[in-house]
Every structure is written in C-alpha cells, then in structure tokens.
C-alpha cells in the first residue's frame, strides 16, 4: 500500500512539473508569434527563415519561404487582430514543440495561420508556418 501512494505521489509531481513547463512553453512560443509579426511588418522575410528551426529549412527553401511570405504581405496586408483558434504542447523523443493557430484578421483578408515552435537551447524556433486563406488566393 505505502508503495502504490509512492508511485501516485510521483505521477503527480511528474504531472504538475509538465504543467507548469507547458505554460512556461507556451509563453516562449507565443513570444515569437509576436517577434514573427515584427519581422513580417518589417518585411525581413529572410530573417524569419535564417532563424528557423533545421526541420523549416528541410521543408522549404529560403527563396520559396521569401516567396510566401512576400504574397501574404502583399495580398493580405499588415495584421489588424488575430484570436487564438486554439494550441498544444508535445513532448516526445524528438523533443518539445508547442503548435499556435490563429484566426487572423488582416488589412485585406482573413486566414487561418498555424505556428509550430521546436524548442532548442531554451530557445523556441519557428518549425513550420501555415496559412490557410481563400482572400490570399482572391486578391
């Protein structure tokens, strides 16, 4: 009996310790949502890329990503609000990753944009971005 209360115990500390390092995770990564909307404002598309994570680079290539989000600018306009659609935090071999969706608002449109953030060094790292948005394809 005292050994099954040991094992409870330690679930449960495991379990509060992911917790408080999910919340911690996930304000790193939403963080870098913001600093990604400067550098989109700032047209440094190539910044964006070159601070990717290995697996955005493995993906795409910077004159692809460029291309990408040079059309979103252009086409979309600046972000006028974007509501949080939702988030997640995993944990796995190959690491943490915490995925941010938005449903945002643009000067000239709408989309839905999801964010994946790898964690490196204590660092999150823009893994993937997605945006979804039929005005894109319209304007």
Sequence with gaps: MMRVRRWIALAVT???LAACSSGQ???LAQAQVVHFRELM???KFDQIYSEGADELKKTTTEQNMVRL???IDRKLGAVKKAA???WNVSYNASGTSVTLKFKTEFEKGRGDETFVYRFSGGKAVLAGYHINSNDMMTN
Aim: aromatic content about 6%; cysteine-free.
């Design 25 to 27: 995770d996930f304000d």
């Design 69 to 71: 989000l040079s059309a």
């Design 84 to 86: 949080s659609d939702g």
């Design 14 to 16: 495991a379990l509060l």
């Design 41 to 43: 404002a700032a047209q």
